[in-house]
Each structure stands twice: as C-alpha cells, then as structure tokens.
C-alpha cells in the first residue's frame, strides 16, 4: 500500500487519516479487481510442443538447481501461445523472462516461434535488465533450444550458463509458469492473436507500461521452506515485495543502478500506467475482434 497511496492521492485527491490508517487488506477487499471475464476456450491449453532440432551430440545440460538463486541474473524463460482454441497455422506468442532471486519479469511478444524471432527479442529483454544475465533456463521447445541462442549465451566473453528443464517435468521450471499467470495470460485472455499486426501493439505495451507496473507495483511472496513431511504439509512464505525493493535490496546490484531505478521509481504513478494499460489493451482486442468477425462473415452467394 505505501507504494500505491503516492499515485493515488496524485490521482484522485489526499486520504483522511482514518483511510490511511486503515489495514491493507481492508482496503484490498474494496479495491480488488474482478475476475477476468476472458473465458477460456475448452481444450486451449496455450501451449505446444515444438521438437528441438540440436544436435545429439551437443545437449544443453539438464538445470539441476545449480544456480545461485540470490544472486540476480538468473531467468527462467517459457512462452504463452496465444492460440485460443486451435494450435493450427500462425499466431502471436509471448515470451515471458522472469528473474528467480528478485522474480522481475521481462514480455515481449513475437510472431510464430522462429528461431530469429524470439532471438531478437531476448536480446531486447537482456537490454532492459537492471542487471546483467548470469544463466538462462528454458524449456524443450525449439525456438529456445537452437544454435542462434546457444551461440548469443554462450559465445560471449562471459558466457552465459544455459540449461534446459527435463522433457515433460513442468514443475522444473515453477518460476516462469508461476509469474506466467499474473502478467502475459491474464492480461490478454485466451483469444486467438492471428494478425502479425497484433506483435508490434503487444511489444508496445509490453516494453512501457506494462514492465513498469509489474516490476514496480506488484508485489509477489517467494516460498522459503516446505514442510512436506507434516500431517498438513505448511508452506511458509517471506514478506510480499515488488521486484524493484528485491532489486534494491540486493548486494549484487551496483549502487549507480539503484540510483537510477529510485529516480525512475519516482517518477511513475500506478494509476496513471493502469489506465495507459486499459487503452492500449483495448485497442488489441478491438482489432482482434474486428479480425474474428470478418472471418466469420459470411461470403454472398454466387450468381
């Protein structure tokens, strides 16, 4: 809340003392947004499986939580096939990044899966990174496992430790399919996206306001110990943060960063991002719908 109530007295005038006095989840329940009303299409799972095409000779190596996961810079990547209810012909998908030590999410949406394609746009999320990428897990799926991006992470002066997960085990990548929900999927439903038109709309949200309100406003809890071995398995969780405060939280962050990302931080109001989200989003569904009923449109009858 104290993030919020800047934006919104900014917004809409100040709070009396009872109102900001008052607990956060009081408030919460007032304030919580519905529930998506995109319903989703039976038999749209979002996702599809694509045979990677290495060589045999020269797997990527199996992440075996190897990784220092307080440490930024280490991403889990998956993509959200925005199909609707047919994986058939093309479509837009989003490529989702999320950091697992500050859990801060990069999207970006590319045509189809090509191999160039989601290339292009990691290199755009390595560029928008307050931190610099340290590994980079991903899943089985072609357009991840190729020699494109086998050669961006590794043929550096720093290589990049590059693993994938084990063949359908999706537990091994929880990150990226956790932070999947709340960002990509929910905020442009289960329609189908089948005009590259759509692409450049989706980077434009992607690349402002929506990493900005995600990653400044939306706080997340990270597990810390499972007890699985209970009676009533109990999970405990830490304090809920945004990735900017696990960001500036972080010894591994240069203090030149911080700076920067404090003086950003400042300038931003989440009501303001919220409503610039709403517009552009509805100018993507409106030229979805405008796609999907002129295909549905019947043909005149011949003469």
């Not at 934006?7 to 006095?21: D, I, M």
């Not at 050669?151 to 990226?176: D, E, G, M, N, Y």
Request: net charge positive; aromatic share 8%; hydrophobic share 30%.
């Amino acid at each position: 809340m104290p993030l919020w109530l800047p934006g919104y007295e900014a917004s809409f005038g100040p709070l009396n003392p009872t109102t900001r006095a008052a607990p956060a989840a009081d408030l919460g329940g007032h304030h919580r947004p519905p529930p998506p009303t995109h319903a989703k299409t039976d038999g749209a799972s979002g996702t599809g499986h694509h045979q990677a095409r290495l060589p045999a000779a020269q797997p990527d190596p199996l992440g075996t939580n190897q990784w220092d996961q307080d440490q930024p810079g280490f991403l889990e990547a998956d993509t959200v096939a925005h199909c609707g209810a047919s994986m058939a012909g093309q479509f837009a998908n989003s490529l989702d990044c999320v950091d697992i030590a500050t859990t801060w999410t990069e999207q970006r949406a590319v045509w189809g899966r090509g191999e160039q394609g989601v290339l292009q746009q990691l290199q755009d999320i390595e560029e928008s990174l307050p931190f610099d990428i340290r590994g980079f897990d991903c899943d089985n799926g072609a357009e991840f496992l190729n020699r494109h991006l086998v050669r961006h992470f590794t043929q550096r002066s720093q290589p990049v430790l590059f693993t994938r997960s084990r063949a359908c085990q999706k537990t091994t990548t929880p990150t990226s399919n956790r932070k999947t929900g709340p960002t990509s999927a929910s905020g442009s439903g289960y329609e189908r996206f089948d005009d590259p038109a759509l692409v450049p709309l989706l980077n434009d949200l992607y690349r402002t306001e929506w990493r900005l309100f995600h990653n400044f406003f939306c706080p997340s809890v990270k597990l810390l110990e499972k007890n699985a071995s209970a009676p009533e398995p109990r999970k405990r969780y830490d304090t809920p943060k945004t990735p900017y405060q696990r960001v500036m939280e972080s010894d591994y962050i240069p203090r030149k960063t911080k700076i920067a990302l404090t003086a950003q931080f400042r300038t931003l109001n989440p009501f303001v991002l919220r409503k610039a989200m709403e517009h552009k989003l509805k100018k993507i569904f409106d030229l979805c719908y405008k796609r999907t009923l002129c295909r549905q449109r019947p043909e005149p009858p011949l003469r």
